[in-house]
């Protein structure tokens, strides 16, 4: 009986529970801003209209990692919100793959659509974009859901690894690979090794996240979702600012994240152009 009446408990908390943290979506939304700004500036880069700003280097390699690291973080935080809600909510034996595994397909999908538009446009390729990643992470990650400390380690180990592979490059567009106990060996287009971080030389994708070491970066995120938000709760009591106008900007942002990068550059491109800053 004591068991029971701590389990609905448990359950009439999850409930209560907020079902969105302000601060999570006011940091993606916070994402959304810094992303906007740098492939606003690529854009003008790429069509001359600042030609020597520096994007790969220096301050904006940074503010380019804050921002892709400040989404894959929060990927992680919000799956292991999903995760621990559903599982009060349906129960510890409640399958709840399917829902990681449709999401993760629908994002991927989404990614194979920008490969196209990419490709077809001139611009460059994308073999294996941000949206690749979190689609394929979303359903990787299933597994670790359940763990805390696991994915701080497992981030580390990631990391190490790709900086590491940072330094590993081949000549040409075909790689050897070796296998089996007869060590054959076959040849394999090297930018299908792209998606675990392996590049021939003078690789350059327009948008390029590897799953070493980037799905490494959504696990340290779950790592903070589950010591940070444990049973659906905050570790730290935060004030409640999701009400004021700008985090309410910055909130709305974030709940439409998906939507807002799916069209942010052909609004960008459409807003220059409009404004004759650039020539189509």
């Known amino acids: 009986m004591a068991t029971t ?12 529970a907020p079902t969105r943290f302000w601060e999570v979506d006011a940091m993606r939304g916070v994402a959304i801003i810094t992303m906007i700004v740098y492939h606003t500036l690529w854009d003008l880069w790429y069509w001359r209209v600042l030609p020597d700003i520096v994007l790969w280097d220096g301050f ?20 292991t919100l999903v995760y621990r809600r559903e599982r009060s909510r349906r129960g510890p034996d409640a399958p709840l793959f399917p829902k990681f595994l449709g999401r993760g397909l629908k994002i991927f999908g989404f990614g194979m659509i920008i490969t196209l538009v990419v490709g077809l446009s ?3 390729y994308v073999d294996f974009g941000i949206l690749h990643l979190i689609g394929v992470s979303t359903i990787l990650a299933y597994p670790f859901l359940r763990f805390t400390w696991l994915n701080f380690g497992l981030w580390v ?75 659906n709760r905050r570790l730290l009591p935060l004030p409640e ?16 994240s998906l939507f807002i990068y799916l069209i942010h550059q052909p609004v960008i491109l459409a807003i220059l152009f409009l404004l004759g800053i650039v020539r189509l």
Do not use: C
Request: overall charge positive; glycine content about 12%.
């Open 5 to 16: 009446t701590v389990t609905l408990e448990r359950k009439r908390e999850t409930l209560l």
């Open 60 to 79: 904006w390699k940074y503010w380019q990692r804050f921002t892709a690291g400040t989404f894959l973080i929060l990927v992680g935080v919000s799956m």
């Open 122 to 124: 001139g611009v460059g």
């Open 157 to 231: 180990a990631f990391s190490a690894v790709g900086r590491w592979l940072l330094t590993v490059h081949f000549d040409g567009r075909w790689v050897p690979v070796i296998i089996g106990s007869y060590a054959t060996i076959f040849f394999i287009n090297g930018r299908w090794l792209a998606p675990l971080g392996i590049t021939p030389n003078h690789y350059a994708a327009v948008d390029y996240f590897p799953l070493i070491p980037w799905f490494g970066v959504i696990l340290l995120g779950v790592w903070f979702g589950n010591w940070f938000y444990a049973d």
């Open 241 to 256: 600012w999701g009400d004021f106008a700008p985090i309410r900007g910055l909130r709305f942002l974030g709940r439409h």
